[in-house]
């Protein structure tokens, strides 16, 4: 038998959806109800390295995560198996092997995350598509279609396919005309599930980002079961599906195209809000947010009604909130809540860190922050803010040299 070994590492960072892909068309394909846009945090900050080896020297695959041996699920079987069995005819050729050479070679993946664990961020978006990117580099995949490589992300994690590219991106769901249909072509209905990229970094380099970590425990219905109880029982999503997204895609991508943050800001809290009353009419209903989110939901809102540019929340399924601020109001939005929450300097990452250190000199931000700090002292005592971490829309992932 031939020895034969490939590699490839990259870096990923994960992403925050603007609209919400909450409810599948089909939940073995991971084909979403209702398209979503996302902006793709910046791989300086926050990110996934994933390096990966493929070859016959390898006695099982293998998954190290964050230094620990970890399981390899099922949708990452589904990938590698893809790859392995499918896509390996650049491998036969270039060691001159067999299919079935190919086939008998396994995977060592070592994957870790510079960000919390239990930070709320999409770990596993970025994850699964720091994998892809590795496997299309190592198997030299030449795309059959346009977004063929982000439709391979999203079968290992649905968002996964757009951290794929960073900037703003879309990922399309189904045609609200054909959710009713019977009689549908699922394998065309998925080619068109792909992500794309709408605006480069450089189009939204004045966005900053600020994720409040009021959790450190694991929800405790995940996403994946809480998105079909919500498709079953509740009455608003279809609603949502059908019309409200629909309109509120085409209107943020106006806005951003615009660079007109305060109509994003405006947008992303009413569709997170929705998002959240879908939960809430789900049955038994799904309770995402905590007291903590509540608090930051209130600040930003009376923060709002001061600041020249407005500021955005949004919140995944969990109680960590997500700020979009602009560059002129982010020093002041982050030294704002590290003194509301009396957030340790341990608890913060290095821009937020630097950004703590900056003087509130907007009188009526200090005036507004003292005046909380006294009438929510009983609601402040009870939040919990675990981290504080700042960064930026990010670029496109990068590959690392070995």
């Known amino acids: 038998m031939k020895n034969f070994i490939v590699r490839s590492q990259y870096k990923v960072a994960p992403n925050i959806a603007l609209i919400k892909y909450w409810g599948k068309y089909h939940e073995d394909l991971i084909i979403p109800l209702n398209t979503s846009v996302s902006m793709t945090l910046s791989t300086d900050d926050i990110a996934t390295k994933t390096s990966l080896e493929f070859g016959n020297h390898v006695g099982e695959d293998t998954l190290i995560l964050n230094n620990k041996k970890a399981p390899i699920t099922g949708r990452i079987t589904r990938l590698l198996e893809y790859f392995r069995n499918e896509h390996n005819k650049q491998l036969m050729k270039k060691f001159n092997l067999s299919a079935s050479e190919v086939k008998n070679g396994r995977f060592k993946i070592t994957s870790s995350n510079n960000f919390p664990t239990a930070s709320g961020l999409a770990s596993s978006?970025?994850?699964?598509?720091?994998?892809?990117?590795?496997?299309?580099?190592?198997?030299?995949?030449?795309?059959?279609y346009e977004g063929h490589l982000t439709v391979l992300a999203r079968l290992g994690s649905g968002s996964a396919c757009r951290s794929v590219y960073g900037g703003i991106v879309e990922w399309r769901g189904v045609n609200p005309s054909l959710l009713d249909a019977k009689n549908v072509n699922i394998d065309e209905i998925s080619r068109l599930s792909i992500a794309k990229q709408l605006f480069k970094q450089e189009h939204v380099k004045d966005w900053n980002v600020l994720v409040v970590i009021a959790s450190s425990r694991e929800k405790e219905t995940s996403s994946t079961i809480g998105m079909r109880n919500t498709v079953l029982t509740s009455p608003l999503i279809q609603h949502r599906v059908r019309h409200t997204v629909p309109e509120r895609v085409d209107a943020i991508v106006k806005a951003i195209r615009d660079k007109d943050l305060n109509t994003v800001a405006e947008i992303m809290i009413k569709d997170s809000n929705q998002f959240h009353a879908c939960c809430l009419d789900t049955y038994p209903p799904l309770l995402y947010l905590n007291h903590t989110s509540s608090l930051v939901i209130s600040a930003i809102h009376k923060l709002n009604e001061i600041l020249p540019i407005k500021l955005g929340y949004t919140f995944d399924a969990g109680p960590n909130a997500v700020i979009l601020a602009h560059d002129s109001v982010i020093d002041l939005v982050n030294k704002f809540f590290v003194e509301l929450f009396g957030v340790p300097q341990e608890r913060l990452n290095e821009k937020a860190s630097k950004g703590s250190t900056s003087q509130i000199t907007n009188t009526q931000v200090s005036n507004l922050l003292a005046e909380l700090q006294k009438k929510w002292k009983d609601e402040i005592a009870l939040a919990r803010v675990y981290h504080l971490l700042r960064t930026r829309v990010g670029d496109d992932p990068q590959k690392l040299s070995e």
């Open 125 to 144: 978006a970025s994850g699964l598509a720091c994998l892809t990117m590795c496997l299309q580099e190592a198997f030299e995949f030449k795309p059959e």
